[in-house]
């Protein structure tokens, strides 16, 4: 069974800059770009814009700049907050339901740039792919 701590940092009061979430949410776009956009995962995108707009006061929706790896790690610098990232990437991967090897290529060339190790990367697909497999939602609360 997965608790929050196998979790951590994610679903956490991990503070991030608006910097960082806008980075880390154009991230996700991209990595649900690697095998063409489903509905699932746009919708949890819009839902992050969303609350990033509302947490910032934005008068307008936010639009999403390109992103790479490269540039991601150029811009979040924080262990805990690239961690979070991945496993952001993970989870939004698994959104439709199925985790594609585009998908999969796109999240490891995302790890590999913020430093992970295969073997860290694997760690973290590995808790975030039994959990969603789990459907176990009680870490949440």
């Known amino acids: 069974m997965t608790d929050r ?26 990595v649900a770009q690697a095998d063409g956009v489903h509905e699932a995962e746009l919708d949890l995108i819009r839902g992050f814009v969303e609350a990033l707009d509302i947490d910032l006061g934005a008068d307008r929706p936010t639009e999403l700049p390109p992103m790479t790896p490269a540039k991601l790690a150029a811009i979040i610098t924080s262990p805990q907050v690239r961690k979070l990232a991945i496993q952001s990437a993970v989870l939004l991967a698994w959104a439709d339901g199925v985790f594609s090897d585009e998908e999969h290529e796109r999240v490891r060339e995302y790890a590999t740039a913020l430093g992970f190790s295969a073997e860290d990367y694997a760690a973290i697909e590995r808790t975030i792919t039994s959990w969603v497999e789990s459907g176990d939602i009680a870490p949440l609360f």
Request: no cysteine; proline share 8%.
């Open 5 to 30: 701590e196998d979790l951590a940092p994610l679903f956490t009061d991990l503070p991030l800059s608006a910097d960082d979430a806008n980075a880390i949410v154009a991230a996700l776009h991209d």
